[in-house]
């Protein structure tokens, strides 16, 4: 019996820092998601805006390139797509599962 009374205060030290680690865990993949989702955006929102700009001044030098527009239209879709990409990865991806109201007993700063 005196050695389980012992031990309760070593398991509920270990509990606080397992939930401590959780919450640092959660945050190191939350900050990685949003980090490489800036970069994807950085990067691939310039190559497409490069693209149209270069695109679009044949298109105005060349009148018989008339199938430009048709060109554009899916460059200009990518472009939106990569743009609400980033949009949506700055959430935290378990905000919208609830998992931030289930993890944040476990979370002690």
Not at 15 to 43: F, K, N, P
Not at 59 to 71: I, N, S, T, V
């Amino acid at each position: 019996m005196e050695r389980r009374r012992t031990a309760e205060p070593d398991l509920r030290l270990s509990q606080v820092e397992l939930r401590r680690l959780t919450g640092r865990l959660l945050q190191a993949r939350e900050d990685e998601s949003r980090r490489i989702a800036r970069e994807l955006h950085d990067d691939f929102g310039q190559r497409l805006a490069l693209l149209t700009v270069e695109m679009d001044l044949v298109r105005r030098e060349l009148p018989e390139a008339g199938g430009m527009p048709e060109l554009l239209r899916p460059v200009r879709q990518l472009s939106s797509s990569v743009h609400a990409l980033r949009t949506s990865s700055t959430r935290p991806s378990w905000s919208n599962s609830g998992l931030g109201l289930r993890s944040e007993p476990f979370v002690v700063s």
